[in-house]
């Protein structure tokens, strides 16, 4: 655990949080529609699909902290989620959701991000604490990072990853 981590009480990861929306949200707001589906990268997503990737990543969080199933809440099976094989957990997503506007994905990234909130209720700042394996059957384990980091990987992290990268997807484009 970082020391960051450690000293990140629960009110300051929401502000955090809601800001990272908040300014990922503005920056997709000066694309068109057009701009979010057309240029698409070497693997072939566009914009709309790094937006429904955001999305599904925190409905994978929120899974978790409600104490279900990660990989069914973000459409991958245990397997997959297993192998940590980051780049075909992705591509089986993506493919998911290719169907959606930009405007469908911009929305269901807004909720994505208020269930998560919402699923932050019970915790206290100590619980931000716990462990991975303290919500993954069977409930016990002391293993893994704690779970702040995943908050913060799949919200504002997450979309201070991939800004730049639609950034640069559009202006290439």
């Given at each position: 655990?970082?020391?960051?981590?450690?000293?990140?009480?629960?009110?300051?990861?929401?502000?955090?949080?809601?800001?990272?929306?908040?300014?990922f949200?503005?920056?997709?707001?000066?694309?068109?529609?057009?701009?979010?589906?057309?240029p698409?990268?070497?693997v072939?997503?566009?914009?709309?699909?790094?937006?429904?990737?955001?999305?599904?990543?925190?409905?994978?969080?929120?899974?978790?902290?409600?104490h279900?199933?990660?990989?069914?809440?973000?459409?991958?099976?245990?397997?997959?989620?297993?192998?940590?094989?980051?780049?075909?957990?992705n591509?089986?997503?993506v493919?998911q959701?290719?169907?959606?506007?930009?405007?469908?994905?911009?929305?269901?990234?807004?909720?994505?991000?208020?269930?998560?909130?919402?699923?932050?209720?019970?915790?206290?700042?100590d619980?931000?604490?716990?462990?991975?394996?303290?919500?993954?059957?069977?409930?016990?384990?002391?293993?893994?990072?704690?779970?702040?980091?995943?908050?913060?990987?799949?919200?504002?992290?997450?979309?201070?990853?991939?800004?730049?990268?639609?950034?640069?997807?559009?202006?290439?484009?």
């Amino acid at each position: 655990m970082s020391d960051a981590d450690s000293k990140l009480d629960k009110q300051t990861l929401i502000t955090r949080m809601n800001e990272g929306l908040r300014d990922f949200l503005a920056f997709l707001d000066q694309y068109s529609a057009e701009q979010l589906l057309e240029p698409k990268d070497a693997v072939g997503w566009n914009a709309r699909d790094h937006i429904t990737h955001l999305a599904v990543w925190a409905d994978g969080v929120a899974a978790l902290l409600r104490h279900e199933d990660r990989w069914a809440a973000m459409g991958i099976s245990e397997a997959l989620g297993e192998s940590h094989d980051f780049d075909a957990m992705n591509a089986a997503i993506v493919v998911q959701h290719r169907h959606l506007s930009p405007q469908e994905a911009r929305r269901w990234l807004v909720i994505a991000h208020e269930q998560l909130v919402a699923a932050m209720v019970p915790l206290d700042d100590d619980g931000l604490l716990l462990s991975y394996e303290r919500f993954v059957p069977p409930f016990t384990g002391d293993g893994g990072s704690p779970i702040v980091a995943f908050i913060k990987a799949d919200t504002y992290e997450h979309y201070e990853e991939h800004a730049p990268w639609i950034e640069k997807l559009i202006r290439e484009g």
